[in-house]
């Protein structure tokens, strides 16, 4: 298996081709409706991946917010390109070694998903051939770019996406590895110190979505997919380690097929309705009962292949059904997996015996509002069948949150892009690179090393701040004269501990002027650092101050003989436990009168205060007393 990155981050320097603030907004202050169709890119060729979005027909809408202008809803020409972005995308340049171009050329490049109101994304190369060192090993960075992001994916229904144009314009920074990632964990290890050096410039923004990666994947036998749009980090090793199960068992089902000499008949669907009409369950069903069309293909030698016994979640039903969801269905039925969804075993034959199947051969079924919608389904089904003759094919897939993909769209290629003529070339002069040079921030390895000599915390755990993007954070927080050790353990582990525990994301996560006082508060004895997490947990939640979460989180106001009050009913309560058990009884206690007093006090006092009410209220029996 070989991998490579494309790392995608957002900056905080205003939009890419014009003045608008970078700020996500609810407020819609105007629709537009279009829909978009595949051209040619510079040499004339329709791109496969823009001709597939363009067939499906679909409808978008675009909501402006108040901030919107001309210029996002393509009713304008772009402005020039924003010069600190442009600084930013030189300064990660030269920390990744890379050799700048003379001038930045932008390029329009096709995409007509919906995703960009003019039909087309603009981006920019600025530099080539740089490398990357990881725990003493060198990765080639094949390039630098400079984007515009797309704009936000609202909602989605049969024929129609919409979109909102708060992010669209937004510029991000696109650096890509080579393919030279050999396994999951690595890769994870790779994109997060690649973002370590983005956070490192102190010009991109922060928070779920900011950041994105797509994953290049190719096992030994298959072919490069792109898993695009992977927005946490810790999930990146997951999908790498998925996509190579998914292309060895797709391997394996091509063998298999080949012994058997499949083949994919080249006919029109056969329609099915009155076979099914009364007995499907779900959606289907109600579709059918409708008014809508069952139609169904046959797949000669296939049987077994589409869900074979004992099959995990990677296999060849999966990839098919995915095709038929891309026309907007929700998915397919098929042969390996009836009797089933209301369909029994007579029904089964009769159909198989309606297509004129043999023993080996397969069926896949779908059910749609109308022929056409059906049709269209199969084809793309058909097509992918015969694709699965010949192995993997390359195409673009999007990530599940539970670490599996799903087909998108054919994977693009060269024949997507043409000039940008509206935004003239921008040399880049020796002076302004002179300039990037002398205002280079500190390497993040170079940090790191730093930070352990003078504070001697472990390179895992600096590392670990770092891929959060909280070492800044934790520097200010120490030098506010908290110390290392428990500033480190706020951001890497009581933060995310209260994060964890909400039901949803947070709206903002507590400032470093919040953090301080959440610091003085425990510094001072006004609660426990046990009571951090909670503490920190009202906060997200939207505790207007640090006392006010103390209060909700009920951990402050436990004075010294509160505590030992507690302590005595806690022994009091299991006399006869402490007495047969003396100091064993101990560990047990302690569960328990920590419950009770809930970060109110440190747990070194707290252990202190119950050992001794033990030896005083409970000596074992036998001791002379």
């Known amino acids: 298996m070989k991998a490579g990155l494309e790392v995608h981050q957002q900056l905080a320097t205003g939009k890419l081709f014009c003045d608008c603030p970078t700020e996500l907004s609810d407020e819609v202050r105007t629709v537009v409706v279009r829909e978009l169709r595949a051209t040619g890119g510079e040499n004339h060729h329709v791109d496969a991946a823009a001709a597939f979005q363009a067939s499906r027909g679909l409808r978008y809408r675009y909501e402006a917010v108040g901030s919107s202008c001309l210029v996002e809803l393509d009713e304008e020409p772009p402005h020039a390109l924003n010069p600190d972005a ?34 087309f994304q603009r981006t920019a190369l600025v530099a080539v051939d740089g490398y990357l ?45 080579g393919p030279e990632i050999t396994e999951g964990a690595e890769a994870r290890e790779v994109a ?26 190719s096992a030994v036998g298959g072919a490069r997919v792109e898993i695009k749009g992977v927005q946490e980090l810790r999930l990146i090793s997951r999908y790498v380690e998925t996509e190579e199960e998914r292309q060895q068992v797709l391997l394996a089902v091509r063998d298999t097929l080949r012994a058997r000499k499949a083949a994919v008949p080249d006919a029109p669907p056969v329609e099915v309705t009155e076979l099914i009409r009364d ?32 099959s995990g979640a990677e296999r060849l039903g999966r990839e098919l059904a995915d095709q038929a969801r891309s026309v907007g269905l929700r998915g397919l039925l098929h042969s390996d997996e009836l009797p089933g969804y209301g369909v029994d075993a007579p029904r089964v034959d009769a159909l198989r015996d309606r297509l004129g199947l043999h023993a080996e051969d397969a069926f896949v079924l779908v059910v749609a509002p109308s022929t056409e919608t059906a049709d269209r389904a199969l084809r793309l089904v058909a097509a992918r069948a015969r694709q699965a003759l010949e192995g993997i094919p390359g195409e673009t897939r999007d990530p599940l949150p539970d670490g599996r993909t799903r087909y998108s769209r054919p994977l693009p290629g060269r024949d997507r892009m043409y000039p940008e003529t509206d935004v003239p070339p921008i040399p880049v002069s020796r002076e302004r690179l002179d300039r990037v040079e002398q205002t280079l921030p500190e390497n ?55 994060e964890n525990s909400l039901d949803r994301p947070a709206d ?10 959440v610091l003085a508060a425990v510094e001072a004895g006004t609660f426990a650092k046990e009571g951090i997490p909670p503490v920190l947990r009202e906060l997200l939640k939207g505790a207007p101050s640090v006392s006010s979460a103390i209060e909700k989180a009920g951990v402050g106001g436990l004075s010294p003989e509160a505590l030992r009050v507690l302590a005595e009913r806690v022994v009091d309560a299991n006399l006869e436990l402490c007495r047969t058990r003396g100091a064993d009884a101990f560990s047990g206690l302690m569960g328990e009168l920590m419950r009770e007093v809930r970060g109110r006090r440190d747990g070194k006092e707290v252990a202190h205060v119950l050992r001794a009410a033990i030896a005083a209220r409970a000596p074992p029996v036998g001791d002379g007393r």
């Open 279 to 310: 007995v499907l369950d779900g959606p289907a069903g109600a579709t059918v009962r409708a008014g809508g069309t069952a139609r169904a293909i046959p797949l000669r030698g296939f049987a077994g292949t589409l869900k074979p016994p004992g």
């Open 133 to 177: 060192e990881v725990r003493g090993r060198r990765y080639s960075i094949l390039s630098v770019c400079l984007e515009e992001d797309a704009a936000r994916k609202v909602s989605e229904k049969l024929g129609e996406v919409t979109y909102r144009l708060d992010r669209l314009g937004i510029p991000l920074i696109e650096v890509a590895t």
């Open 192 to 217: 997060g110190e690649i973002g370590a050096m983005l956070r490192s410039t102190g010009r991109v923004r922060r928070g779920i979505g900011t950041i994105r990666e797509d994953l290049n994947v």
């Open 508 to 517: 903002a996560e507590p400032t470093e002027t919040v953090l301080h006082e």
């Open 444 to 498: 993040p390895e170079a940090r790191r090393q730093r930070l352990e000599r003078e504070y001697g915390l472990s390179q895992d755990l600096l590392r670990q701040l770092d891929r959060g993007g909280t070492l800044p954070e934790f520097e200010s927080l120490v030098a506010r004269g908290h110390a290392p050790g428990a500033v480190a353990r706020l951001l890497s582990q009581d933060l995310h501990e209260a």
């Open 86 to 119: 442009v600084d930013v995308a030189l300064t990660m340049a030269r920390l990744l070694h890379a050799r700048t171009l003379d001038e930045i050329e932008v390029m329009r490049k096709i995409v007509v998903d919906g995703s960009n109101t003019s039909g």
